[in-house]
T-cell receptor, first 109, second 112 residues
Framework: GQQVMQIPQYQHVQEGEDFTTYCNSS?????IQWYKQRPGGHPVFLIQ?????EVKKQKRLTFQFGEAKKNSSLHITATQTTDVGTYFC?????????FGTGTRLQVFP | DVKVTQSSRYLVKRTGEKVFLECVQD?????MFWYRQDPGLGLRLIYF???????EKGDIPEGYSVSREKKERFSLILESASTNQTSMYLC???????????FGSGTRLTVV
């Protein structure tokens, strides 16, 4: 079946450093979504990418969808302690999303 | 503020019990989903529903069933709870089509 892999599993950074998480699918995706889950919380929708090669920005967050629509990345510039949490990508097919395993980000002040 | 509400935040049940997890959304969304979340495994889809009375198996449906008698309510049923069903259960809903999911706060179920 379809699988969505995410790396790294954990990332510890100093506040102010950049952070990137990568998402790879075994099949071509119709869209990719990104979610953030704060410690003790539930996943919250951040953004959706649909087009091949698409790049979207939300303040310090940059999201990319690969040309082949099989991979994606989330880059955070100059991390802050409020960025702490687990970031999930989720690949869409016509019915439902398949979630990646997530990248847990820890930011040290 | 739109919401997905799960009936219990924490639940402790005994092995063999029948367990009902309830989820209600107030957004008139067609699609609803049940996931379980375990450390290192991410979110795995148990069942989903396109609309009222409809249900589809996800990736790990064994040991679970669902009910969607009304559009706003999607129930997950553990027919005979087992210790390997100890997990965080997350309900989500979305409008029909390629839209983001809105998740509930989750139910942490412990089966002893």
């Amino acid at each position: 079946g379809q699988q969505v892999m995410q790396i790294p599993q954990y990332q510890h950074v100093q506040e102010g450093e950049d952070f990137t998480t990568y998402c790879n699918s075994s099949t071509t995706l119709s869209n990719i979504q990104w979610y953030k889950q704060r410690p003790g919380g539930h996943p919250v929708f951040l953004i959706q990418l649909v087009k091949s090669g698409e790049v979207k920005k939300q303040k310090r967050l940059t999201f990319q969808f690969g040309e082949a629509k099989k991979n994606s990345s989330l880059h955070i510039t100059a991390t802050q302690t409020t960025d702490v949490g687990t970031y999930f990508c989720a690949g869409g097919d016509t019915d439902k999303l398949i979630f990646g395993t997530g990248t847990r980000l820890q930011v040290f002040p | 503020d739109v919401k997905v509400t799960q009936s219990s935040r924490y639940l402790v049940k005994r092995t063999g019990e029948k367990v009902f997890l309830e989820c209600v959304q107030d957004m008139d969304h067609e699609n609803m989903f049940w996931y379980r979340q375990d450390p290192g495994l991410g979110l795995r889809l148990i069942y989903f529903s396109y609309d009222v009375k409809m249900k589809e198996k996800g990736d790990i449906p064994e040991g679970y069933s669902v009910s969607r008698e009304k559009k706003e309510r999607f129930s997950l049923i553990l027919e005979s709870a087992s210790t390997n069903q100890t997990s965080m259960y997350l309900c989500a809903s979305r409008k029909q089509g390629n839209y983001g999911y809105t998740f509930g706060s989750g139910t942490r179920l412990t089966v002893v």
